[in-house]
């Protein structure tokens, strides 16, 4: 059984590009939730969603992030017009209610 | 609003020697707390965890303990090992079925050899 996939597991973008990130879940799970790491901190929920719909997204910044998790595909977190204080790790877990299990994450670095 | 705290932000013990680290929430509405163990560079590793109408829980050389009343959780590591040196971070959950985790700051453990 595959673990939680995420890709690229490394973005360069230059201000004012889009990011796109993709996290599929492990078979089975049907929960997907989005976090951000700065360097050196701890992990910050952003989104938490089911198939086709958006559970719980106080965590998200007002303006250019959205996320969505399709019926069919990955879950894609999409970050537009990118700016330097976006850099960080995101990590995605799944989970088939409860425990949630972490993707390696996508490292997005903003020049 | 949701918070959780974790102290110490560093700790330094010997190989063989006992690690303890300690958390606080503080919505009484949590029930689920999930300890995960971070290596550099890599993803949050589940290492265990513990629901609310459970007092503790143990897992070879790891046990969590949660104080309902006070609002407080443990990790304890028992004869540490180089293997265990890493960041690790706890965790709150008001659904045990599922639900945000707010992490606390983490805490960078070294087990010297």
């Known amino acids: 059984n595959a673990g939680v996939m995420q890709n690229p597991r490394h973005l360069v973008r230059r201000r004012g590009q889009e990011a796109r990130l993709r996290c599929s879940p492990m078979k089975g799970h049907s929960h997907v939730y989005w976090y951000r790491q700065l360097p050196e901190e701890g992990l910050k929920f952003m989104v938490y969603l089911q198939k086709e719909n958006i559970i719980d997204e106080s965590g998200m910044p007002k303006e250019r992030f959205s996320a969505e998790f399709p019926k069919e595909g990955p879950s894609i977190l999409r970050i537009q017009q990118v700016v330097r204080g976006d850099s960080a790790a995101y990590f995605c877990a799944s989970s088939p209610l409860g425990e949630q299990y972490f993707g390696p994450g996508t490292r997005l670095t903003v020049t | 609003g949701e918070n959780v705290e974790q102290h110490p932000s560093t700790l330094s ?45 143990k897992d070879q050389r790891i046990a969590v303990t949660l104080n309902k009343t006070a609002k407080h959780f443990s990790l304890h590591i028992t004869e540490t090992q180089p293997e265990d040196s890493a960041v690790y971070f706890c965790a709150a959950s008001k659904g045990n079925q599922g639900g945000k985790l707010i992490f606390g700051q983490g805490t960078e453990l070294s087990v010297k050899p």
């Open chain 2, 13 to 57: 013990v010997q190989e063989g020697d006992s690690a303890v680290i300690k958390c606080t929430y503080s919505d009484s509405a949590s029930n689920y707390f999930p300890w995960y163990k971070q290596e550099l560079g890599k993803r949050p590793q589940l290492i265990i965890d513990i629901r609310s109408n459970v007092g503790e829980k």
